[in-house]
């Protein structure tokens, strides 16, 4: 069965969501999503049916708004994305112009979820990005009109029809989600690369908001001490480049390499390099998933 997803989304696990959950206990009393974005892990969890509670939270307001209107209230998201999305066509419409003022009009306090969509649909990539007033600054598309809202439709009523009635939502910084997480949780965690989005040492303002490494490792020690499970993806490996700092041996971590396939980043650049995404698991998960003899590179 094709997993659905709603739209396309810089950083989104959708492609190695299959490879995280392999690491899953067999059934799971609540899936916790800190950095949700468009949460794959938590749609692909409730596909193999390993969870039927979960909380989806993201920093990012108008981000986990669309998501909860995708679960609760799928027909109306469809309906205001399909006339969104229509806008472009009108005659004598410029259908660039016409992303480039539902942008504006967005970053002047209209963040309604299908506009919020639409523009997620339309932007390169789905690859956010934010100046540091934090309004969306990333350039149109122009090879694509965004994805088609009957694709957005059967999509978006999967997607309800897995969450609805069992998830909750939040958008409220990480920390204030772990300290809620209780024994029993798992707590899966997809933090911004390092050295993204408005850290001290940000290179590009990636996502809305980024994540201090040492405060990470701090949070990741608490929940050690508390006994609550949990994998993170953080950073990874292109070629043999190790990119980001590795989390710290202390926190007693199962390291695991997944490959994500080739880097596109690479192959813009005309070499031919694999990116490799790291995965942490809290030391109680299982470190071969059922069925695996080997994992492809791992540290222990
Ligand atoms: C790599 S993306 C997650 C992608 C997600 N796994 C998916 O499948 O779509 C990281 C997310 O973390 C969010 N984020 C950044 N800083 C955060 C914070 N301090 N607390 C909560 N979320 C944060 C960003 O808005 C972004 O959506």
């Known amino acids: 069965m094709k997993v659905p997803h709603l739209v396309q989304y810089q950083g989104s696990k959708r492609i190695i969501a299959s490879e995280i959950i392999k690491f899953f206990p067999d059934r799971v009393d609540r899936l916790v999503e800190p950095f949700s974005g468009t949460c794959a892990v938590s749609i692909l969890a409730a596909v193999e049916n390993k969870c039927d509670n979960f909380w989806v939270n993201d920093i990012n307001e108008p981000l986990i708004r669309m998501i909860e209107e995708c679960v609760n ?44 969509l639409f523009l997620l649909a339309r932007i390169v990539k789905g690859a956010v990005r934010y100046n540091i007033r934090g309004e969306l600054n990333q350039s149109c598309d122009k090879r694509r009109y965004g994805t088609k809202p009957q694709i957005i439709a059967n999509n978006a009523f999967r997607i309800s029809e897995l969450l609805r009635g069992r998830t909750s939502f939040s958008s409220k910084d990480y920390k204030e989600i772990l300290a809620l997480t209780k024994p029993g949780d798992l ?41 609550i499970d949990f994998i993170v993806s953080y950073d990874g490996m292109t070629g043999d480049k190790i990119i980001g700092k590795q989390l710290p041996k202390k926190l007693e971590l199962n390291h695991i390499y997944i490959n994500a396939g080739l880097s596109t980043q690479a192959t813009l650049n005309g070499k031919k390099e694999i990116t490799y995404e790291s995965l942490y698991t809290s030391k109680r998960l299982k470190y071969l998933p ?11």
Request: proline share 3%; aromatic share 16%.
């Open 73 to 116: 209230a799928p027909q109306k998201l469809v309906d205001e994305y399909f006339s969104i999305w229509e806008g472009q066509f009108q005659k004598d419409q410029n259908n660039v112009d016409y992303f480039y003022k539902v942008r504006e009009e967005f970053n002047c306090g209209k963040k309604d979820s299908a506009r919020m």
């Open 187 to 227: 707590v899966y965690m997809d933090p911004p690369y390092q050295g993204t989005s408005n850290t001290f040492y940000a290179r590009d303002n990636r996502y809305i908001q980024g994540v201090d490494f040492d405060e990470f490792v701090d949070e990741l020690i608490k929940l050690n001490q508390r006994g």
């Open 290 to 300: 059922n069925g695996c003899e080997q994992i492809e590179i791992c540290f222990g």
